[in-house]
């Protein structure tokens, strides 16, 4: 399973960075994703990762405010998030992509772990 960490409370207009890592397995030879699911809502796509790092995908509440990044060595998917906005409040998964393509797609990843709660304040 993969384990997503470093959520938290923030004010709005502010920064987290999360991780997504795993212990014993790598998963240097997948796609990464990185999914939320706010409250009273379904679980949607945020951000994902190919498997060199070369080719990164967003959705569009992503684009420009988050960045996806991995360290192979280190065995470890980041997810920068800047100017976070009330909206952005919710529980956030990482997930590894079983086909390396349909990156918004949640049905072609595995190995989901528990998330981690990122709440905003206005």
């Known amino acids: 399973q993969l384990q997503a960490s470093g959520g938290g409370l923030v004010e709005a207009g502010g920064s987290l960075r999360l991780s997504c890592t795993t212990s014993?397995?790598?998963?240097?030879?997948?796609?990464v994703g990185w999914f939320r699911q706010a409250p009273g809502k379904e679980r949607e796509f945020v951000a994902a990762?190919?498997?060199?790092?070369?080719?990164?995908y967003y959705s569009d509440s992503a684009k420009g405010r988050l960045t996806i990044s991995r360290d192979n060595a280190k065995n470890t998917v980041s997810l920068q998030m800047n100017t976070l906005k009330p909206d952005d409040t919710a529980v956030y998964y990482c997930?590894?992509?079983?086909?390396?393509?349909?990156?918004?797609?949640?049905?072609?990843?595995?190995?989901w772990g528990q998330g981690t709660e990122v709440t905003v304040s206005s």
């Open positions: 990762i190919n498997w060199s790092g070369e080719r990164t």
């Open positions: 014993g397995r790598t998963f240097s030879n997948y796609g």
């Open positions: 997930a590894a992509n079983l086909v390396s393509r349909g990156w918004n797609d949640q049905g072609v990843y595995g190995y």
